[in-house]
């Protein structure tokens, strides 16, 4: 099993910044990937972002490519998203999740996950 607590929840105006951190504990070496999701009151959550953990590899909704940025500190089984431009749609509870393998960035393809950081956008 693996925990995931996220980190980094805050209230931003549009424009603004935000750095969310995702640190990973337990039987980490059954990672494969982890994505960052998303979840607004009365929507679906969605995959916002992941990285592949043996290549770096990512992966980005469409919305939020050239604002997001998942990177991760191998070291610290640490997982950051880098949300830049953000807007007021942004908002929403973010969770980081854990596979076992690189799929379609549904919810389903994801097994662990850390109890959410809100984040809220003002316009």
């Known amino acids: 099993q693996v925990q995931l607590v996220e980190s980094g929840r805050g209230l931003v105006q549009a424009g603004g910044s935000l750095r969310l951190s995702c640190v990973a504990s337990g039987r980490t070496g059954s990672m494969y990937a982890m994505g960052w999701f998303r979840q607004a009151p009365g929507k679906e959550r969605e995959c916002v972002a992941a990285?592949?953990?043996?290549?770096?590899?990512?992966y980005y909704v469409d919305s939020v490519k050239g604002r997001f940025t998942v990177f991760r500190e191998n070291a610290k089984n640490t997982v950051y998203l880098q949300m830049n431009a953000l807007k007021p749609e942004d908002t929403a509870n973010y969770y980081c999740?854990?596979?076992?393998?690189?799929?379609?960035?549904?919810?389903?393809?994801?097994?662990?996950w850390g109890q959410g950081t809100q984040v809220t956008v003002s316009s």
């Open positions: 990285i592949r953990w043996n290549d770096d590899t990512t």
């Open positions: 999740a854990t596979s076992t393998y690189w799929g379609a960035h549904r919810t389903r393809d994801y097994g662990n």
